[in-house]
């Protein structure tokens, strides 16, 4: 069955510093998002990704945060400036289709831990 | 906004028990409903997706229903075995917003053998 992969699983980084987080999306789906939760706390969206453009973001998704498709494969997360609260495991899901009435296939994460 | 509330929390139960969990989201504005099965270090996996008041869905021992005039859907597992323990997510779309979920905080399942 197709899946979802995230590299690395999991990221130690020192505040400040730039991480980059890499999916690799199921092939023949065209949306593309990122999730993260925090330790004790619920699944949070944090954005969507369609036609090489963000289609919606939520509060959480500030100018520190930026996604790519930088080929046809990969599909990125970057957070520019590491805090202690990005600390989280974050997931990459893609669809087949955008409307949320079908299934998402998710990846099974990158534990993020900024110290 | 929008909150997802699961129910309960956490659950123990024997092998070969049944049993059943809630989920419960706004009523108004609905698209669809989710469920997802996770298993620690794994990914979460769509069990359920659902779309109309009135749906019952089952896969195997699992199945689930929607009821989006009340707010509410059921996760029912029949016969529960080790293999089941893990944590059950709902997730709900609106029709404002229908490329994102909204997730409850989930019910954490163990069977004991």
């Known amino acids: 069955e197709p899946e979802v992969t995230q590299t690395p699983s999991h990221q130690v980084t020192q505040m400040g510093q730039e991480v980059i987080l890499r999916c690799v999306p199921i092939s023949n789906h065209l949306y593309f998002y990122w999730y993260r939760q925090i330790l004790g706390q619920k699944v949070e969206f944090l954005v969507s990704f369609y036609n090489n453009e963000i289609s919606e973001k939520s509060e959480i998704f500030d100018d520190q945060f930026s996604v790519e498709r930088p080929d046809g494969s990969n599909f990125t997360l970057k957070i520019r400036s590491t805090k202690l609260e990005d600390s989280a495991m974050y997931f990459c899901?893609?669809?087949?289709w955008g409307q949320g009435g079908y299934g998402y296939t998710f990846g099974s994460g990158t534990r993020l831990t900024v110290v | 906004i929008l909150n997802v509330e699961q129910s309960p929390q956490s659950l123990h139960v024997q092998e070969g028990d049944s049993t059943n969990f809630t989920c419960s989201f706004p009523s108004s504005n609905f698209y669809a409903l989710h469920w997802y099965r996770w298993e620690t270090a794994k990914s979460p996996e769509a069990l359920f997706v659902m779309t109309l008041n009135g749906d019952e869905k089952k896969k195997g021992r699992i199945s689930a229903t929607l009821n989006t005039k009340e707010g509410y859907s059921y996760l029912y597992i029949k016969g529960s075995q080790p293999e089941d323990s893990a944590t059950y997510l709902c997730a709900f779309t609106s029709g404002g917003s229908n490329y994102k979920l909204t997730f409850g905080k989930g019910t954490l399942l163990t069977v004991n053998p």
């Open positions: 899901a893609s669809s087949e």
